[in-house]
């Protein structure tokens, strides 16, 4: 007998696991899959280049069109948002907003991937006209909207990667670009020692860093759009503003319908993507928190890439396989105002919030040998468990060839190497590629030597 | 009571041995450094970007200059050799070329860093002038001044990556050049498939390229010098010829004086570095052999990386500390021709020679996000064993941003990762670094469903 399973939510963790699935049960699984908005399996890390014009059409961040799923033999319904849901009588309401009716949906299985929303700080005139987030190819396409019509000046709330590709995306545009962060230095996923590389950078290409400021609300013209953001140090004259502050799971409709959150308000599933004590209930994506492998703890990553991992673990059990999503070590790089970041691990914040006592290393190097044309600067920054000498977090931060750097010390972390160990890794070394000690090798023993001399 | 140390050989396995040795033990231990050339302390590896202009002066590649080291405590001295060793009677015979003299020398302890030698075709002619290796600092200036006399065309012999980065420098100057290989295709440290791409961009530059063909002889012209290089397919005219044809342990010092040699004809020592049944006889370097982690044999690898790695350990341990050199994994990276080129772990025939039972993936993907401007080909080849998916070795050929990538396998053969468990790594992702799935798991997810499919 045919199963049927509704899919709510039509971006990369749900579009993976709905193709997945089917891929593996055809005939045997009707999938049905809901997006509420205009478009589906879209890159939105992709929004800030295409605003800053280095993406020239808004398809060429979709990955697959819903013609190309509909192929594919899923049921897929645009414009069509979960509303309500019925866990016992196994039913999801669905509202049609392309046609403005409501009904409802049965299902055997059911798959949240509804994704995430901007965390709104909760001041006065946020919701204002004027005010876009960068979550989805629709926020993209209103911001667009908005810079058609010249703006001067913009305002970044926010100083984290999306706040600092969308400040650099406004620049390049020719606006001027305030940037307000409440941290003490922008890029707070990374220790503020680091973060003051960044700080530099930005200032270098001509944008204005607010450092450890509070929001106390968007003031709106007369027309009722946002022309000013209110810090507690004064007013930020906008013609735009941008949500650059982070997101939330987005879990609304779940909570509703009875089931558990996690600390961060997060979906909680086992390994297989399984939602716990919800039999039949599924999820992945944004919605979900992940088991950080670090520490032990549940977070929340709002990333492209875990949650196409995710969708297609789900995908994979749904389809009657078996495949894990085992967690993360909190991996992320970004490339901002010629500078290249990543992070992974621990920061020294995290360490003392679990309870790790650690120690740090910060080397600086070269990206390739130091005699040849082009060599630029590289730091690295290690967290690093006193007495065990276990990696448990590193930063990089520098030009051409330094962020990817990091998966060394990713894969490092996920198998819990101490810097001793790191010190003797066979990574690639070629004159255009590295000085003859690797920066990260070299900062793992400087590490080492700190961890033995107790 | 001070103890004396001599170190054979000062390139960098010996004098950074010779450094850390001096810095812990300080005035208790003399070290007294030989070396037969002009020059220490090089980064050799460094020679094609000299000679093909990228590197202005012969200075620019060597890290620490003899004053340096001598200000540092060492007493060091130039264009001495080692030419006799009486390990009985705990003394080397030192050949003083520019006092023109020979004297024995005490010691209590032995570090032999002599370094390779290149490997020279046993063919008629291959000795005469206008044959060039690419080993030392003297062998690039001699390169440099059979520059100077306006040669028209160059034969590299050999197609490893030191021929082929010699072979671009030349092209760069204007040369002819042609490369002749045994291998069915050049860079034969990949397997074939993956060398086919090297193989490309090679003529696409203008190289000629001669692959499985065998050099018979070089003829002379009347002045003596090198003027064609014979093949089995014909003669080759050549103003230049340059050996690319790897190199071999220097050992012959060592193999007189009766220390034990191993496979490959190298020096086979503990985890510390120290020659096994020869008390106080310690050595690093390119004369050498490592443990292979991957298939536990014995190899012989030739890198500057390894030699300033093992050197540093020898000096730590002679200094009263503890280091070890566990192995290697058999990493390389290279530019040639536009292109990088990775490789880390066993090959296919590797995996012939020592018994594993494999399959391979070969998947094409971008350096970036599809959709960025530049997004460029990034090929990945895995070589897995059956049945237990163990990640045995992995190539890489691609543009800018592809071969570092190879360090993620490194890391993974070190701890023996599985590619099921590599799907899961949480490497950085972001459009300028990688698509959503990062190439290196595309290929790790299809070798994985292959294992499972069995």
Redesign the interface.
């Known amino acids: 007998m045919t199963e049927r399973v509704v899919v709510v939510g039509g971006d990369?963790a749900g579009m993976s696991a709905a193709s997945q699935a089917k891929r593996l049960r055809g005939d045997g699984l009707e999938v049905i899959a809901l997006e509420r908005g205009r478009h589906v399996s879209y890159?939105a890390?992709?929004i800030p280049?295409w605003i800053g014009g280095?993406?020239a059409s808004v398809d060429?961040?979709v990955a697959r069109t819903p013609e190309q799923h509909r192929a594919n033999g899923i049921d897929l319904r645009m414009r069509s948002e979960a509303v309500g849901l019925d866990l016992d009588r196994r039913e999801v309401e669905v509202r049609d907003h392309g046609a403005g009716r409501t009904y409802r949906l049965g299902f055997d299985d059911l798959v949240l991937a509804t994704g995430a929303r901007p965390r709104r700080p909760d001041v006065p005139g946020i919701d204002a006209a004027g005010v876009f987030g960068v979550q989805t190819l629709d926020d993209g396409e209103d911001a667009l909207d908005a810079l058609e019509h010249d703006p001067r000046r913009a305002v970044v709330v926010g100083g984290g990667?999306i706040g600092i590709e969308m400040a650099e995306a406004m620049v390049n545009r020719g606006l001027t670009v305030t940037v307000v962060t409440r941290s003490a230095e922008p890029m707070a996923t990374l220790d503020p020692d680091m973060g003051r590389q960044v700080h530099e950078a930005m200032e270098a290409m001509g944008i204005d860093v607010r450092t450890s400021a509070s929001i106390e609300g968007v003031a709106l013209g007369e027309d009722g759009r946002a022309r000013a953001v209110l810090t507690d140090t004064g007013e930020l004259p906008a013609d735009l503003v941008v949500l650059g502050t982070g997101v939330s799971p987005e879990t609304a409709l779940a909570a509703r319908a009875g089931l558990p959150l996690g600390r961060w308000g997060g979906l909680v599933t086992d390994l297989q993507m399984r939602v716990f004590d919800a039999p039949g209930v599924w999820a992945a994506g944004d919605c979900v928190e992940s088991i950080d492998l670090v520490s032990g703890n549940r977070v929340h990553v709002a990333?492209?890439?875990?949650a196409?991992?995710q969708g297609r673990v789900l995908g994979t059990n749904l389809g009657g396989g078996y495949a894990?999503?085992?967690?993360?070590?909190?991996?992320?790089?970004?490339?901002v105002c010629d500078l290249e970041i990543?992070r992974?691990g621990l920061r020294e914040r995290d360490c003392e919030a679990v309870g790790f006592r650690y120690l740090t290393v910060r080397v600086d190097s070269t990206n390739r040998?130091g005699?040849?044309?082009g060599a630029a600067p590289v730091t690295v920054k290690l967290v690093v468990e006193q007495r065990s000498g276990r990696l448990l977090g590193g930063q990089i931060v520098g030009r051409d060839?330094s962020?990817?750097?990091?998966?060394?010390l990713?894969?490092?972390l996920?198998?819990r190497?101490t810097v001793e160990e790191i010190?003797?890794?066979?990574?690639?070394?070629?004159?255009?590629?590295?000085p003859?000690?690797?920066p990260v090798l070299i900062a793992a023993r400087k590490a080492a030597d700190l961890v033995r001399a107790g």
């Open positions: 990369a890159s890390c992709g280049y280095d993406v060429d961040l990667y990333l492209g890439t875990h196409n991992k894990t999503f085992p967690g993360v070590v909190g991996t992320a790089v970004s490339r990543a992974t040998a005699y040849l044309p060839g962020a990817k750097r990091v998966d060394v990713a894969v490092a996920w198998n190497m010190v003797s890794l066979d990574l690639g070394y070629a004159p255009p590629f590295s003859v000690w690797d």
